[in-house]
């Protein structure tokens, strides 16, 4: 399983981006967790949000939660990262990740084991 995040650039506080997370060939984003990260410098990697289409559940971390929304769009086969009124403290790595396992729901923290690589979000004025 390969993902890759993208989106990410420079964007003044306040401002939105929307970050996608893409899969390998034959790997359906539909059937599997997919969880969003992010690593800022200096700090522990810290998870944002996660989707389970098959189930209907997501979840979305309080430091993010009004501003950041998941989603998924199964016809582009693509996980989406809404990212509204960023905030400098938003500055960060983000990763996409999953469990693998299809039909799961989103896994705890050490249950993420086929990660992307990152798309850096800068948010600055």
């Known amino acids: 399983v390969q993902l890759q995040a993208s989106g990410g650039g420079l964007v003044q506080p306040g401002g939105s981006l929307r970050l996608s997370c893409a899969a390998s060939?034959?790997?359906?984003?539909?059937?599997?967790?997919i969880g969003w990260f992010r690593q800022a410098p200096g700090k522990e990697r810290e998870g944002v949000s996660c989707i389970s289409s098959h189930d209907s559940n997501s979840y979305t971390a309080e430091s993010v939660k009004g501003r950041f929304t998941i989603s998924a769009d199964t016809a582009k086969n693509l996980v989406y990262l809404q990212m509204n009124n960023l905030k400098p403290e938003d500055t960060a790595v983000y990763y996409c990740a999953t469990d693998g396992v299809p039909g799961s729901s989103c896994p705890p923290p050490g249950g993420w084991h086929y990660w992307g690589k990152g798309t850096l979000v800068t948010v600055s004025s």
């Open positions: 060939s034959g790997f359906t984003l539909e059937y599997y967790a």
